[in-house]
């Protein structure tokens, strides 16, 4: 990667933080690693034998990685984190134009990357072994209506009105199956989202939801959930004692007929750019418009939210919400799922906060436009304070 100026500095410190050894700091975490790929049928309802307490029973694609016993699990409540590191260099995107398409997966709205179009890398930021990160997808996440979580991750017990994901796949791994299976072999920036009324600048995201209106079906013929018998909502006999809410559950086979354990389906497959789950909407966005303009991001080791839940994620969070489009949460909470006659404001798709486990979590302030806000230079402030990315190095 040809680096210039500035940037060839803060880029080799940055390489160079991920890759120190950090079981000096913290006890070296086993971490749950598993190959994301397939169709499996799973459900938001709590109260489920296919739903979020018993994602670890699937059979597929690998039920271990759902196990809500470890360390690195996703999402999570943010913790109050009071000092700031700053990092000389722009979050930013290499390109202005992403091209993909956007399709109902049957869990959420996801703007997937075209096959055969230019990868868009994120600049600004390193990985453990000095390769970077391109964009996988944007998807989007919000509760039911009325209640008080419509967010995946929580900022010190704060909701906001939406969550969007944008993933990103290490360059050195094909695809987003193979990258879930090694430590931060995913790095997802997480964009909580405020409805808002009055007057804002259009973005990104207003095309996004735009477009969503237009894929509210899953249509799918035969997906997962018509192909497999699953027991559905808990007996009051089933109770586990001092967790009323909580299915027994019991190892399930909900895989789609057109998949099988080497994640060659041919039809719907939730993790691939060309998963072909019913109509796409083909357009092209600004990724740098779905970043946060007030460049402070929580940043900290984690997972993914759906399975196989792989504890295989860089997370960075930003600390301020985007404003969006009042009729956002209206429209994803329509979509369709791949539970016939059910749609995603049944349920909505946010898997329940897991245990932070004492991991650490760091406040990082990229640069903004040319200056240190109030002319502030990073190295005053840092002084006093570990490295994130020394901390965060590979496990």
Not at 42 to 65: A, H, M, Q
Not at 146 to 157: A, C, F, P, S
Request: aromatic residues 10%.
């Amino acid at each position: 990667m040809k680096l210039q100026g500035a940037g060839c500095v803060v880029a080799a410190v940055l390489g160079a933080l991920f890759i120190v050894n950090v079981e000096s700091h913290f006890h070296k975490p086993e971490l749950q690693l598993c190959k994301a790929f397939g169709e499996p049928c799973i459900s938001y309802d709590v109260r489920s034998t296919i739903g979020p307490r018993c994602w670890f029973k699937l059979e597929f694609p690998r039920e271990k990685c759902c196990n809500e016993n470890g360390k690195r699990q996703s999402p999570i409540d943010i913790p109050d984190v009071k000092s700031i590191y700053k990092v000389p260099q722009k979050l930013r995107y290499s390109s202005r134009k992403f091209v993909g398409h956007l399709e109902n997966t049957g869990i959420q709205p996801a703007f997937k990357r075209k096959v055969g179009a230019d990868k868009v890398y994120l600049e600004g930021i390193g990985s453990p072994v000095g390769k970077r990160y391109f964009i996988e997808n944007v998807h989007f996440h919000v509760g039911v209506r009325h209640k008080e979580r419509q967010t995946e991750n929580t900022l010190n017990g704060r909701s906001f009105d939406g969550e969007a994901h944008i993933v990103h796949i290490r360059e050195d791994f094909g695809d987003l199956k193979e990258a879930a299976n090694h430590p931060q072999g995913l790095l997802v920036i997480s964009i909580f989202l405020s409805t808002s009324k009055g007057e804002r600048r259009r973005d990104g995201f207003d095309d996004l939801i735009e477009m969503i209106q237009d894929v509210q079906e899953f249509e799918e013929e035969d997906g997962p959930c018509a192909n497999v018998k699953i027991p559905d909502i808990f007996k009051f006999k089933q109770l586990i004692p001092f967790h009323p809410v909580w299915p027994i559950c019991k190892k399930t086979f909900p895989v789609a007929d057109d998949s099988d354990n080497s994640g060659s389906g041919v039809v719907c497959n939730f993790y691939l750019p060309n998963g072909l789950c019913g109509e796409k909407k083909e357009s092209k966005i600004n990724p740098n418009e779905l970043l946060a303009d007030d460049p402070e991001y929580y940043v900290f080791n984690g997972g993914l939210t759906t399975p196989p839940c792989s504890e295989s994620v860089l997370w960075l969070v930003a600390k301020q919400p985007r404003k969006v489009s009042v009729f956002y949460p209206y429209v994803v909470r329509n979509m369709e799922t791949q539970r016939e006659g059910e749609i995603i404001g049944d349920f909505g798709n946010l898997r329940p906060l897991q245990d932070l486990n004492d991991r650490p979590v760091f406040l990082v302030r990229f640069r903004l436009k040319r200056n240190w806000e109030h002319g502030d230079t990073a190295a005053n402030d840092n002084d006093a304070m570990d490295s994130p990315f020394s901390v965060l190095g590979i496990n």
